[in-house]
């Protein structure tokens, strides 16, 4: 696997379930970001994360839980979600904190009945 | 307050047209001017990325930032089927800690039709 993967590619989940959404990058950067792209809205950024410290939460509800084992691997637990956060989930990655070049994973698109 | 305005379109060009694709922002403070595609069922790529005025070529892709008027553009010169995708524009304040953080526009889906 090369770049940045993200499974599930498709989820569809009930307000009361509990999902995990997992990415990996395979470019031994040191940033991971979390976005969420809604239809007719732009990228939004979720969670930010440096060396698997945490150093950004963009106001994101308790609902969204991230996590950051290592400087490969990015998780987003999502627990008693909303229809509103029907979405594109997407994972990125870049080399150092902050740069303008991010390389981003196909996402996850997920439903929530 | 929307810091970044991009037309979502979607915006339909013959093959072999000159493509022009923009956005204006409000925040004086943007230093770095990207312009991101995205395929349909990808994520967003790096197309190409300006520091501050200016102009940038990279082939039939032309980027131009003017930070008097608050509006950046990419040009694509014969346009080609394969250059149909969801073009978003993308800026920062820095490199580097939250001011590297990326504010995006909704995106522009082109179609180039043969």
């Known amino acids: 696997e090369t770049g940045v993967t993200q499974t599930p590619r498709h989820l569809v989940m009930g307000m009361t379930n509990k999902k995990s959404l997992k990415c990996e990058q395979h470019?031994?950067?040191?940033?991971m970001y979390w976005y969420k792209q809604s239809a007719k809205k732009p990228l939004e950024l979720m969670f930010v994360?440096?060396?698997?410290?945490?150093?950004e939460n963009n106001s994101v509800p308790s609902r969204f839980s991230p996590e950051c084992p290592n400087s490969s691997h990015l998780f987003l637990h999502l627990h008693t979600l909303q229809p509103e956060d029907s979405a594109l989930y997407l994972c990125?990655?870049?080399?150092?904190?902050?740069?303008?070049?991010?390389?981003f994973g196909p996402g996850t698109r997920l439903t929530v009945l | 307050q929307k810091e970044v305005e991009q037309d979502p379109g979607p915006l339909s060009v013959p093959e072999g047209a000159i493509v022009s694709l923009n956005c204006t922002y409000s925040?004086?403070?943007?230093?770095?001017f990207m312009w991101y595609r995205q395929y349909s069922r990808k994520g967003p790529e790096l197309l190409m990325y300006?520091?501050?005025?200016g102009n940038k070529e990279d082939g039939r892709f032309t980027a131009q930032v003017d930070k008097s008027s608050k509006y950046i553009s990419l040009f694509i010169r014969d346009s080609q089927p394969s250059d149909s995708a969801t073009y978003l524009c993308?800026?920062?304040?820095?490199?580097?800690?939250?001011?590297?953080?990326?504010?995006f526009g909704k995106g522009t889906k082109l179609s180039v039709k043969p």
């Open positions: 990125a990655s870049s080399h150092g904190l902050g740069s303008y070049e991010q390389f």
């Open positions: 470019l031994g950067h040191n940033a």
């Open positions: 994360y440096n060396f698997k410290e945490q150093t």
């Open positions: 925040n004086s403070a943007f230093q770095y």
């Open positions: 300006t520091y501050s005025s």
């Open positions: 993308a800026m920062s304040e820095g490199y580097g800690g939250s001011q590297g953080n990326l504010i």
